[in-house]
């Protein structure tokens, strides 16, 4: 397996070494500066590229709808859950349908008619009629619930539209559900950690589920539910793509810096593609979303902590390489190509910017009139066409100077203020 390594293009690698420049100084308090550049209270800064609009309470999930049109964004905060169906087109939220308990999951039936909704704590998973650009509750199926702290997580369902699947936070447990059966009933096997999300291969032929608490991808039979493979990759796995061929899983591993790169074939991790903004920063970009070109060549990774989605080639089975970086709001949780290829989206979970409250809470003063700020942070939908080399490379010059930290500041940190304590 390859060393790991960040394998930057010529003209990012400029970029790098010349372009960015020192960080400006920061005002002393967060909110607009101007030009579309907003500061956060962690002291760096978004100016997020596209059009946006706000979706709801930590957005982490989204599926575009089968003719294109719409997507379907699971808010999944502080809030009562909901789900946001946006018009792509006027880039507004048509309707807001509510549900009990949401957590990350959200999958399509093949049949474009059915859409599937992570339960969490309910320990369910729950089934919504689409049509007409509108959602409608339908059932839910109760799934085995292995601890008191358990929720629902990914989901996936099978090519066939035969199965689903989904993976317990907390609970250690595998749930496939047999949609074929006129009630259905889930059966679940034990997982050696806790579980993130699933996906199913092109074929159907198997199921991999990413173990956040446990470094590795399990392959699954998807009928019997018998362990076939563990494929050791990096600290907290999460979302999984498959390359256009099949050939390859993409693996984000959000406590290192990198996605792994699986080859089916062998089920061994053959290498590793950095995106940290730059070669000796330490982790903490925590990647956490993923995104494939239609045409497979690109692949979208969005960074967490680094406010940022990166522009990776992978056209070239061992030689994948960063091309760029896109700015994007405060803490993205999932990006993706639309159908057409033709523009990118982005969730961020913190949306684009952070709000003061000054009526608390304060430590040890009780107040039902607080501004609580999980309550405050509404995320938001970024939308922009695909970018060309030039406007990539702006883009990415942008994502630099935003940034407070460059690796000389880490080897030369500035010194505290005198009369700091």
């Given at each position: 397996m390859s060393q790991p390594a960040l394998?930057?293009?010529?003209?990012?690698?400029t970029l790098v070494l010349f372009g960015a420049g020192p960080a400006p100084e920061p005002p002393s308090r967060p909110g607009p500066e101007g030009g579309g550049v907003t500061l956060l209270p962690n002291g760096w800064r978004i100016a997020p590229a596209g059009r946006h609009i706000t979706v709801g309470d930590l957005?982490?999930?989204?599926?575009?709808?089968?003719?294109?049109?719409?997507?379907?964004?699971s808010n999944d905060g502080y809030a009562r859950p909901t789900l946001a169906v946006v018009d792509t087109d006027r880039l507004i939220v048509r309707?807001?349908?509510?549900?009990?308990?949401?957590?990350?999951?959200?999958?399509?039936?093949?049949?474009?008619?059915?859409?599937?909704?992570?339960?969490?704590g309910e320990s369910t998973v729950k089934e919504l009629r689409w049509a007409n650009g509108t959602l409608v509750p339908a059932q839910s199926f109760?799934?085995?619930?292995?601890?008191?702290?358990?929720?629902?997580?990914?989901?996936?369902?099978?090519?066939?539209?035969s199965r689903l699947y989904a993976v317990h936070a907390l609970g250690e447990l595998l749930s496939a559900v047999d949609l074929t059966q006129e009630e259905p009933v889930a059966r679940s096997v034990s997982l050696p950690a806790?579980?993130?999300?699933?996906?199913?291969?092109?074929?159907?032929?198997?199921?991999?589920?990413s173990l956040w608490g446990g470094a590795k991808v399990l392959a699954f039979d998807p009928f019997t539910l018998e362990k076939r493979a563990e494929i050791t990759v990096g600290?907290?796995?999460?979302?999984?793509?498959?390359?256009?061929?099949?050939?390859?899983?993409?693996?984000?591993?959000?406590?290192?810096?990198?996605?792994?790169?699986v080859d089916l074939a062998t089920r061994a991790a053959r290498e590793q593609v950095s995106v940290a903004l730059y070669p000796?920063?330490?982790?903490?970009?925590?990647?956490?979303?993923?995104?494939?070109?239609?045409?497979?060549?690109?692949?979208?990774?969005?960074?967490?902590?680094?406010?940022?989605?990166?522009?990776?080639?992978?056209?070239?089975?061992?030689?994948?390489?960063?091309?760029?970086?896109?700015?994007?709001?405060?803490?993205?949780?999932?990006?993706?190509?639309?159908?057409?290829?033709?523009?990118?989206?982005?969730?961020?979970?913190?949306?684009?910017?952070?709000?003061?409250?000054?009526?608390?809470p304060q430590p040890g003063v009780g107040s039902s009139d607080a501004q609580y700020a999980g309550s405050m942070l509404l995320g938001s939908l970024s939308v922009l066409p695909v970018?060309?080399?030039?406007?990539?490379?702006?883009y990415t010059k942008k994502v630099l100077e935003l940034t407070p930290y460059t690796d000389a500041a880490r080897l030369a940190p500035a010194r505290a203020p005198a009369g700091s304590p």
């Open positions: 394998r930057l293009s010529p003209l990012l690698l957005p982490l999930a989204m599926v575009e709808s089968p003719d294109g049109r719409y997507l379907i964004v309707s807001r349908v509510p549900v009990e308990n949401a957590w990350l999951g959200l999958a399509w039936h093949p049949d474009g008619r059915r859409l599937y909704c992570s339960g969490a109760v799934l085995p619930r292995p601890s008191k702290e358990s929720f629902v997580a990914g989901l996936a369902v099978s090519p066939d539209g806790e579980a993130y999300t699933a996906v199913v291969s092109p074929d159907g032929s198997t199921l991999y589920v600290e907290h796995p999460n979302a999984m793509v498959f390359s256009k061929d099949g050939g390859r899983l993409f693996v984000a591993c959000a406590n290192t810096n990198a996605v792994w790169v000796n920063a330490p982790a903490g970009s925590t990647p956490n979303g993923l995104g494939l070109s239609p045409d497979g060549h690109t692949l979208l990774v969005a960074s967490a902590d680094n406010n940022a989605v990166a522009v990776v080639d992978v056209s070239r089975p061992g030689a994948s390489a960063v091309e760029g970086f896109i700015p994007t709001g405060w803490y993205p949780t999932a990006v993706q190509f639309s159908r057409d290829g033709r523009r990118i989206e982005v969730l961020s979970g913190k949306g684009l910017t952070s709000q003061a409250n000054p009526r608390g970018p060309d080399r030039a406007a990539l490379a702006a």
